[in-house]
Every structure is written in structure tokens, then in C-alpha cells.
């Protein structure tokens, strides 16, 4: 079973807007961490905000994390075409492994 | 450094029949985990191995087994197929917990 749920499952916007995604997690966490998945490819490592930290960068990314509520965002800022793609939260599960959520689908369309 | 590597890329094969999956990691990684995608139950963990070890295995019956190599090469095994084991198998490999290293994955189809 998954850890973390994510919201919406699916996103459409228009390219340059902003995109927001949300995972709820459900059990304590050194760290939560985020990946992309381009159409049954691979998974892309975006980023990873540790249980300490509120809030981080990374170029057009900003992830914030809430452990008091379980919950991280991750903001895509003006966003490209090459940005559709799955993303999923994940969470360290223990015992060397990852606890992904199911997904948010985003579509930016031109 | 070259990246994760998985082998093949697509597989077909029919129920009853194993299959063997192999994967690269990143040289200098010596942890290597295995993921099964499917559309219904998303990205589940296999199992981990570390140095030759499997340190942790997910919630997958026997049928699903693993290895690793000296050289950190990881090999996966599903013996006497069914329909259900039809999945996106990606492979990840790290130097710690923090950041896994997916490859491209092996497209299991199973008839």
C-alpha cells in the first residue's frame, strides 16, 4: 500500500502558469523527496527536503514540507511543455526503501 | 558516470514461464533496489540489496526473487508467471537512502 497520497491525480494547465501538487503522508519521516516520470520511463530525482526543513529551491521548484500536518507541496513556477510528466512524493520508509505516493499527472499545454 | 542500466527493455512472455532482469547501477553505488509500477497498485518496493544482501524485502510472494553481484550488477527473478506480474520493473541504485538513481526500467508483459 502507498504512504503518501497525492492531489489532484491530475493537473492541466497552460503553459507559463504555475503548477502546485500536494502528498500527505501518513507515519514519520527523515525526509520526503520528490520525483519525475516521464511517460513510463524512468524516474528523474527533483529534489529532497529533510524533516528539519520548511521549505527549498531548486531552480523553478519549490517543495515545502509540513510535518505537523503530514503534508508537502511542490510549486512548478512558469512551466514548460517539457514539464508534463507524472510526479510522485516518496518517503523514506525505513529499512532502506521509498514509499511513493500515487502520482499527479501534469499536462502544460501550449 | 554513466547512469542506471536495465536489461532488456521490453519482454514478453506467457504465464507459467520465469524471467530474469538485469541491472547496472552507477558506478561506485553498491545499493541497488528493485520496484514494480503497475497501474493499480503504483510504485510498490521489491526488495534492496546492499553489498551482495538483500537488506529489506517488500511484500511480494516467493515467486519474486533477487541477487547481487561482486560488482554490484543486480539481477531479479520471477518464476512461474501470472497475468498480474505484467509491469513497468525499475531498478535504483544509491550511495544512501537520500537520492535513488532510477534506470529506464524493463516493460514486462506476461500473456
Known amino acids: 500500500s502507498q504512504q503518501g497520497e497525492e492531489d489532484p491525480q491530475a493537473l492541466s494547465i497552460q503553459e507559463g502558469e504555475n503548477a502546485t501538487m500536494n502528498c500527505s503522508y501518513k507515519?514519520?519521516?527523515?525526509?520526503l523527496q520528490w520525483y519525475r516520470q516521464n511517460s513510463g520511463r524512468g524516474l528523474v530525482h527533483l529534489i529532497l527536503?529533510?524533516?528539519?526543513?520548511r521549505e527549498k529551491h531548486s531552480g523553478r521548484l519549490r517543495v515545502t514540507l509540513d510535518t505537523s500536518k503530514k503534508s508537502s507541496s511542490l510549486l512548478i513556477t512558469a512551466s514548460r511543455a517539457a514539464d508534463t510528466a507524472s510526479y510522485f512524493c516518496?518517503?523514506?520508509?525505513?529499512?532502506?526503501?521509498?514509499?511513493f505516493g500515487q502520482g499527479t499527472r501534469l499536462t502544460i499545454n501550449p | 558516470k554513466a547512469g542506471v542500466t536495465q536489461t532488456p527493455r521490453y519482454l514478453i512472455k506467457t504465464r507459467g514461464q520465469q524471467v530474469t532482469l538485469s541491472c547496472s547501477p552507477i558506478?561506485?553505488?553498491?545499493?541497488v533496489s528493485w520496484y514494480q509500477q503497475t497501474p493499480g497498485q503504483g510504485l510498490q518496493f521489491l526488495f534492496e540489496?546492499?553489498?551482495?544482501?538483500?537488506?529489506n524485502k517488500g511484500n511480494f510472494p516467493g515467486r519474486f526473487s533477487g541477487r547481487q553481484f561482486s560488482n554490484s550488477r543486480s539481477e531479479m527473478n520471477v518464476s512461474t508467471l501470472e497475468l498480474g506480474d505484467s509491469a513497468l520493473y525499475l531498478c535504483?541504485?544509491?550511495?544512501?537512502?537520500?537520492?535513488?538513481?532510477f534506470g529506464p526500467g524493463t516493460r514486462l508483459t506476461v500473456l
Open positions: 535504483a541504485s544509491s550511495l544512501s537512502l537520500d537520492t535513488q538513481y
Open positions: 507515519t514519520s519521516i527523515n525526509n
Open positions: 527536503i529533510r524533516s528539519n526543513e
Open positions: 516518496a518517503t523514506d520508509g525505513g529499512a532502506q526503501k521509498l514509499v
Open positions: 558506478s561506485g553505488h553498491r545499493s
Open positions: 540489496y546492499f553489498s551482495e544482501t538483500q537488506r
